[in-house]
């Protein structure tokens, strides 16, 4: 639609002062969706700004960003692209519409599961946040747009939880790996992603396993964007080495994951050897790098096995007279109230980093 034309709700291109409103690629973070469709959204169902700028800029006001909002809610329930813009539309013509004094009311759109008082919610906050963007390290209360309640976190978990439940790859890989670049690996898992993966969990256990593929996807992505994030791994250097692994038993691997591109980040050589390694296996990894620490991931008390942490932090290897021994760390919540006397046991990513560094550069080989 060019901006001299009427648009699909009779409007005409009225003018607003350039620098007033948000650009389309601040909605769309704010969103959590490719700038892409919100301007599919304009062209294709006229969900355009009411406004624009002396040029073709597209500037976005609260109430053209609270249309989007609705949009936003309403596709995450299911609801088609095309419907939930005509639901979208009809409710501004009803809002702008004149009502006479013995008018009956028109019956107001229905309830859509979880999405209704969130809408509203997300209206309000747009008129008062008088169309300044929020920076990426602001805290702001926020819920995603099927319900998920994410608490006092990062403005960006409520885009990536969005970006899920709408399973919109592209515009997820894009929040997540614009988080990472501009918190770096620790803090962006640390207070975005983690809690969002939280969010979605609590969010499939209290509802009847509705949001499994939901959790299933947003895990995926994060995997992949750690991935793309981490630098090429780090060459082979003598008594440097750390192992990762998930004690038998045990398959969630995103955590160690993270561990392992952080280390990687820092330029320590890694041995990722994922989830539920066999006993056997385990030893043989160890023996076979000779590795400055291994770490043990433990999701579930049921799978943490302190005598197996215990038989890794006792093996040698080496010669005689200058036999070398693992420094084995007990990371996850399986191994709260399960300590292994003797082995560290960090209690976050950034505390397990640190610890990593420490043991690696007390062995001679990592340069300060």
């Excluded at 747009?145 to 885009?159: I, T, Y």
């Excluded at 003797?342 to 001679?364: F, N, W, Y």
């Amino acid at each position: 639609m060019g901006v001299h034309e009427r648009d699909s709700r009779g409007r005409g291109p009225e003018s607003v002062p350039a620098g007033i409103g948000l650009t389309t690629g601040e909605v769309a973070r704010r969103l959590g969706v490719a700038p892409t469709t919100v301007r599919t959204w304009d062209r294709r169902y006229g969900l355009g700004p009411d406004a624009h700028t002396g040029g073709r800029h597209r500037r976005w006001t609260p109430v053209d960003v609270a249309r989007l909002e609705r949009m936003c809610a309403l596709t995450a329930t299911g609801i088609s692209p095309a419907e939930a813009a005509r639901t979208v539309l009809d409710e501004a013509t009803q809002e702008s519409a004149p009502v006479a004094p013995a008018a009956s009311a028109a019956p107001a759109t229905p309830a859509l599961p979880e999405a209704a008082g969130e809408a509203a919610g997300e209206e309000s906050q747009a008129r008062r946040d008088e169309g300044v963007a929020p920076r990426p390290s602001v805290r702001a209360r926020s819920r995603a747009g099927s319900g998920l309640r994410l608490g006092d976190v990062r403005q960006e978990c409520k885009g990536i939880a969005r970006a899920a439940l709408r399973l919109d790859a592209s515009a997820l890989d894009e929040l997540l790996e614009t988080a990472i670049a501009e918190h770096g690996l620790v803090a962006a898992w640390t207070e975005v992603i983690m809690p969002t993966l939280q969010a979605v969990g609590r969010k499939w256990e209290s509802s009847g396993e509705r949001y499994v593929e939901v959790e299933h996807f947003l895990s995926w992505h994060v995997s992949g964007a750690l991935r793309r994030a981490a630098p090429p791994t780090a060459a082979d250097r003598p008594g440097a080495t750390v192992v990762l692994a998930c004690v038998p038993g045990e398959n969630h691997t995103l955590p160690l994951e993270v561990l392992a591109a952080a280390l990687a980040e820092r330029g320590l050589p890694v041995r990722m050897f994922g989830g539920a390694l066999p006993v056997e296996s385990l030893v043989t990894a160890v023996r076979r790098t000779g590795p400055a620490a291994v770490a043990l991931w433990a999701q579930s008390r049921t799978t943490a096995s302190r005598p197996l942490a215990q038989h890794v932090a006792a093996m040698e290897w080496g010669v005689r007279g200058a036999r070398r021994k693992p420094v084995v760390l007990t990371i996850g919540p399986g191994w709260s109230g399960r300590t292994v006397p003797g082995l560290p046991r960090p209690t976050g990513l950034a505390e397990a980093v640190a610890l990593l560094e420490k043991v690696v550069s007390r062995q001679g080989t990592v340069s300060p």
